[in-house]
């Protein structure tokens, strides 16, 4: 089984831009597709970024399209979130999420990360 653990979570302005990192180990990244979700306080979590095993297909929710970037480097096991023209509507705890059957089914989760936009 994989665990996932986030980072690179903070408090930036409005406008302002951060890059969240997973870091997987017990099982090759490779194995999975991976996601990015979120939670505001109050609300439920929520779809963000996904891309497949291999990096050749990503897909985003519409309110971060064309702001966020997912990415990933299996060779260092590692899965990213590069966050560009942050909004106070972006304050969230972030996780990241496993999938090891390409289904959209996450059976693995890290622990999350807080991102907070100031206005």
């Known amino acids: 089984q994989v665990q996932l653990v986030e980072s690179g979570g903070g408090l930036v302005q409005a406008g302002g831009s951060l890059r969240l990192s997973c870091a997987a180990s017990?099982?090759?990244?490779?194995?999975?597709?991976m996601g990015w979700f979120r939670q505001a306080p109050g609300k439920e979590r929520e779809f963000v970024a996904r891309?497949?095993?291999?990096?050749?297909?990503?897909s985003y929710a519409d309110s971060v399209k064309g702001r966020f970037t997912i990415s990933r480097d299996n060779d260092k096991n590692m899965a990213y979130l590069q966050m560009n023209s942050l909004k106070p509507e972006d304050t969230a705890v972030f996780y990241c999420?496993?999938?090891?059957?390409?289904?959209?089914?996450?059976?693995?989760w890290g622990q999350g990360t807080q991102v907070t936009v100031s206005s």
């Open positions: 999420a496993a999938d090891p059957t390409g289904s959209r089914r996450y059976e693995y």
């Open positions: 017990g099982r090759p990244l490779s194995n999975y597709a």
């Open positions: 891309i497949t095993r291999y990096g050749g297909s990503t």
